[in-house]
């Protein structure tokens, strides 16, 4: 708990500028929260104004009770609101943070909800404190989910040894090999477990559901879309890992996760699972800084080659001046294309 | 009860009971048994002065017995319904209460007050019941018969109630209300008695013969209702007629009075002007016979003397004789030769006067003639009065002119060139006004008009320029251009003279809740409109042209969809190698080179860009077209403003955005060029149909690959001012643009 006070700290200095007095109540309850670790909601109706907070604390009473959910933090944001919570999952086996934006509109209609999973590292708190992304999802009425990277805390050998492989790079993938397989489900984490949690806990329309992501994670939206066809409206990758089986860091993440077995690792390769697509209509769109120092390693022409082969439409923009995805760029990521599956 | 009444002495208290049973049998009278009441009293009376210490008991004994009574005859009521009894009850009661009052025995007046007030009481209510009821007669005897017994009352006793029960009964008899009513024999019968008498007869329930006989009464009530607003409306009318007529008349006679008084004073004058005219000629004639006369005298005169010298002379010697006589021969010559007149100067006779009473004649005519009109008025012309071959032509007239028939002559205005004089026509009519008709469009044409009867025609009236509406516009319904909210409109006037202005008028074609709802826009001052509109709707559009004559007929209909945009290419800006097919949205450039024509001199023209530009409406909304290509095919496709150079290729300035793709080494090359840069952008489906979205709101340009609802790119461009589809094509081949597509759902999100 103190971890996560502490990373609200250091990461929401713009979220301060947005309501400083909010986010004093968010930091002064979490401490009270840790220390008498009684029931947060009755604290909340106590440290919130009473204007916007009963609604809100009625809505998550609601919440708490019918399922494991715990909210974290929660700042108005742009007319709604960040939140973070966390869930014991099942898939995973450990505790596990994800972060929700609720837009205005939230309030009173379902919403399309748009999924984003990042890259290498990262946590759920990554993507909501340096993109900017609220303003865009308020406008539009779109509610995101950022789940974390990985298990954590699984206290598995080796897991916080290398910042590529473990915690904080989960790839995605279900893992089959000891000792991962037991945490290691990302895969079913993001695509069943998550939906499920989210679907039900939130006014979101499940039939309009999107997936994008960055690097690791863009391979994550683009392998969650292609092996599940349908699923999601559209998918729109960041600097993704577009072939991970030539890729160095996923070689050794399919190596540990899924075993020495190369034609194994093909069911999470996206370069690999274009050329057996056989699904509905998909809408692929890749952003990819010119100047990325990792672009050898994220391989998108092969993928693009893939695609041109299979008469799957994408849209491959490479774009100047970007050596590395920056915070600036993650509003180009949440691309209009993706509000526009949601009409 | 009966018995505590009948304790009382002298009171006969048992024959009253059976009196009234008998009474109740034949449905007689409770009257006789109200005077039980009085009866009553009366002994209360003589009991309370002759028991003064004892009224205490027997004062409680009596209110009973009163109450009894009073109960009896409330019951009586009940029974007959005849209400008016208690008056005579009551009456009585009135007298008693005071008198009992003034017997110093309080408690018996509190007692007795007490019924008589609700007997008060019974009575407002048979009074009203009496008012109600009009079949009873015999009012006036009743007042009698009250005083007959009021005096009975008291000398009498027991005899006043014999009396009575002979009496009223007799009266009852004609007040008692009949039970049916003969229709037969057209009365009231009583129930029980003379029923038998009617037994064959006809018989209705009383209150249903009462229904029918008002319903009658009221029927015959309203036709003498209707008939007295008839004869109110007639008396109206007639006195209508009479003012009329009297106003006539007198109009009438007053005309008359001056015209008699004008032949009168004419008449005056003439028989003064001969009087004097005959005074003058006497006067003349006599003076000259006078002047005749007197000369005449002198002459003899003269004569005379010279006669008397003559004999003188004849008596003188012979010698002053001969001397003389020559001197006189030659004055006697002298004489003779001056010429005696004697002819009369002037003419005794009386001439002939022949007195000239044509003019009394014309105004002993005129009475009865009518004079020749004045100049009739002609009217300007009115608005909406004309179309494209006629006008009518209104006049009018003084009110108390009696015309004939109207001539109505009318020409072209002429424009000025005096050796076209225009042919004049002329109309005959009856009426004030006349259409005249087959005359030119939109052209002006000069009136004028003559009244006429038999005493003769008025002089012309001023001349009056009618102008005839215009001959309906030629919608160019090539030139339509559309998008979404709106459409432009362009005509030809079709009429050689300049119009005031024209109208649109448009109809929802496929609404028909607004079927035959026709806007019309007015006051348009050239040959061009842009019209808002609803989107995805189809329009029928009339033009119609307007001068001070009215509007012209409609146009031909032209049709518009306000789905997507509709837009036309521009011929003028087309490079000399690109032909557009008939319909106009087929862009080619043929394989052979087409031998180069020289550029015409016009600055429009593509002359390096192989490429056209297409006019798309002027309306700063969404606009979305779609182009077919083919995948292998060399094109530039995109969006320009109107002065792009035009020798330089399409996106390499910053007056266009364009998509441009190569095709080269099976190897698709797409870019999104504008001031010759481009974003890196590598698409994967080559696009066959692309959807081209002009979003002034949002300063966007998208392009889509229709087919799979791609999106390919966005341009974010200032667009300040209008800007045109343009097309190129680098290689030969050809384009095909689709316009009139509703915008897809995908694209609105750019």
Redesign the interface.
């Known amino acids: 708990m103190g971890a996560a006070v502490s990373r609200v700290d250091s990461h929401q200095p713009q979220k301060r500028n947005v309501s400083s007095c909010r986010m004093h109540c968010v930091e002064s309850l979490c401490l009270i929260f840790a220390v008498l670790s009684i029931s947060h909601l009755y604290i909340l109706v106590f440290f919130f104004p009473p204007g916007s907070s009963a609604r809100g604390a009625d809505k998550k009473k609601r919440i708490s009770r019918r399922m494991a959910l715990k909210q974290v933090s929660s700042s108005k944001s742009f007319g709604g609101f960040q939140k973070v919570f966390e869930h014991d999952s099942v898939e995973l086996k450990c505790k596990m943070k994800f972060a929700v934006y609720l837009p205005p509109k939230a309030e009173s209609a379902k919403c399309p909800v748009l999924y984003f999973l990042s890259g290498l590292t990262c946590t759920e708190q990554n993507f909501i404190t340096k993109s900017g992304f609220q303003q865009a999802a308020s406008e539009h009425g779109l509610i995101v989910i950022a789940p974390d990277t990985s298990p954590r805390g699984c206290n598995i050998k080796g897991e916080d040894d290398s910042w590529d492989f473990g915690t904080g790079a989960g790839f995605y993938v279900d893992a089959t090999e000891d000792p991962w397989k037991t945490n290691y489900r990302m895969y079913s984490y993001v695509t069943e477990e998550l939906p499920q949690l989210v679907n039900a806990n939130f006014p979101v329309d499940p039939q309009r559901t999107s997936i994008f992501g960055h690097s690791m994670g863009g391979h994550g939206a683009l392998i969650c879309t292609l092996k599940n066809p349908g699923k999601y409206k559209s998918v729109s990758a960041f600097a993704p890992i577009c072939n991970p089986m030539l890729c160095v860091w996923s070689k050794k993440a399919f190596g540990e996760f899924l075993g020495p077995d190369q034609n194994k690792w093909k069911a999470y390769d996206a370069t690999h699972l274009v050329k057996s697509y056989t699904g509905s ?1 998909l ?1 692929i ?1 890749i952003d990819q800084g ?1 100047a990325d120092e990792f672009y050898d390693q994220l391989l998108p022409e092969n993928f ?1 080659a893939a ?2 082969e299979k ?10 001046l970007y050596p590395v995805i920056l915070t600036r760029s993650w509003d180009t990521t949440l691309r ?2 993706d ?3 949601f ?1 | 009860m009966e018995e505590d009444a009948g304790e009382e002495p002298g009171l006969g208290r048992c024959t009253a009971p059976t009196d009234f049973h008998f009474y109740h049998m034949d449905l007689y009278d409770s009257d006789s048994r109200l005077q039980v009441l009085p009866e009553e009293s009366t002994g209360v009376r003589r009991e309370a002065v002759q028991a003064e210490r004892t009224y205490e008991p027997r004062g409680a004994r009596e209110g009973q017995a009163h109450r009894a009574l009073h109960e009896e005859a409330d019951e009586l009521v009940h029974l007959y319904g005849l209400e008016d009894d208690h008056e005579l009850g009551d009456e009585i009661m009135d007298e008693d209460t005071p008198r009992l009052g003034t017997a110093e025995y309080p408690p018996y007046g509190v007692k007795r007050g007490d019924p008589a007030w609700e007997q008060r009481d019974w009575r407002l209510g048979g009074e009203a019941a009496e008012a109600e009821d009009l079949g009873f007669g015999g009012w006036g005897s009743r007042g009698q018969c009250q005083d007959l017994r009021e005096a009975y009352r008291y000398t009498h006793g027991r005899a006043s109630e014999e009396y009575e029960c002979y009496v009223i009964p007799e009266e009852e008899d004609e007040e008692e209300a009949a039970d049916v009513f003969c229709v037969t024999c057209k009365i009231p019968v009583r129930a029980v008695e003379n029923l038998d008498a009617h037994k064959e007869h006809e018989v209705t329930p009383l209150n249903q013969a009462l229904e029918s006989a008002k319903d009658e009464i009221h029927k015959n009530m309203y036709k003498l209702e209707k008939q007295i607003i008839d004869m109110e409306n007639f008396a109206s009318h007639l006195e209508e007629v009479f003012i009329t007529v009297e106003e006539n008349f007198g109009r009438q006679e007053q005309n008359f009075e001056s015209h008699y008084n004008e032949i009168l004073e004419t008449l005056a004058q003439k028989y003064e002007e001969k009087i004097q005219a005959l005074g003058q000629k006497k006067k003349e004639k006599l003076e000259a016979l006078y002047e005749q006369l007197v000369s005449c005298g002198e002459n003899l005169d003269t004569c005379k003397e010279l006669m008397e010298t003559i004999e003188e002379m004849c008596h003188e010697e012979k010698v002053d004789f001969l001397k003389d006589a020559v001197a006189m021969a030659d004055r006697l010559g002298q004489f003779l030769k001056t010429k005696t007149d004697v002819e009369i100067s002037a003419q005794p006779d009386f001439e002939e006067q022949t007195l000239d009473f044509s003019d009394v004649e014309e105004l002993m005519g005129s009475i009865n003639s009518i004079p020749a009109p004045s100049a009739p008025v002609i009217n300007p012309q009115a608005p909406n009065s004309a179309t494209g071959s006629s006008v009518r032509v209104c006049w009018s007239l003084y009110s108390d002119d009696t015309v004939e028939s109207y001539q109505l002559s009318y020409r072209p205005v002429g424009d000025g060139s005096p050796g076209k004089d225009q042919a004049e026509f002329t109309v005959t009519v009856k009426e004030t006004y006349c259409s005249v008709k087959n005359l030119m469009p939109n052209t002006q044409y000069e009136f004028w008009v003559t009244a006429q009867n038999r005493a003769g025609s008025s002089p012309s009236s001023e001349r009056a320029v009618y102008m005839t509406a215009p001959s309906p516009p030629i919608i160019k319904s090539k030139e339509i251009r559309s998008c979404e909210e709106a459409a432009l409109i362009c005509w030809e006037s079709g009429s050689l003279n300049p119009v005031d202005s024209y109208t649109v008028e448009l109809t929802q074609a496929e609404a028909p809740q607004a079927w035959g709802v026709t806007e019309s826009i007015v006051g348009i001052p050239t040959c061009e409109a842009l019209v808002q509109l609803q989107p995805r709707q189809n329009y029928t559009i009339y033009v119609r042209a307007l001068n001070v004559g009215g509007p012209s007929a409609r146009s031909e209909p032209a049709t518009v969809h306000t789905t997507g945009s509709y837009f036309h290419l521009n011929k003028d800006t087309c490079h000399p190698w690109l032909t557009i097919s008939e319909d106009g949205f087929t862009v080619m450039r043929s394989e052979r080179k087409t031998p180069m024509r020289e550029p015409l001199a016009s600055n429009t023209r593509f002359t390096r860009c192989v490429a056209v530009l297409g006019n798309l409406i002027p309306v700063r909304g969404r606009h979305y077209w779609e182009v077919e290509v083919d995948e292998c095919l060399d094109y530039t496709i995109g969006v320009a403003f109107e002065e792009v150079p035009r020798h330089e290729d399409l996106g390499a300035n910053r007056l266009s955005w364009c998509l441009r793709h190569t095709f080269a080494s099976s190897r698709h090359k797409y870019e999104f060029l504008h001031n010759k840069t481009s974003p890196d952008t590598r698409i994967t489906v080559p696009p066959r149909r692309i959807g081209v979205l002009l979003d002034y709101a949002n300063s966007r340009l998208s392009f889509f690959n229709v087919d799979i609802s791609q999106h390919l790119h966005s341009f974010s461009c200032e667009l300040h001012r209008l800007v045109h589809p343009c097309f190129s094509l680098e290689k030969p081949g050809c384009l095909k643009i689709r316009n009139g597509i509703p915008m897809p759902k995908h694209v609105t999100f750019y």
């Open positions: 209509q809408d769109l010119k693009i695609c041109t008469k799957i439409p994408v849209v491959f923009r490479l774009q100047e209009l294309q509000l526009s599956q009409a």
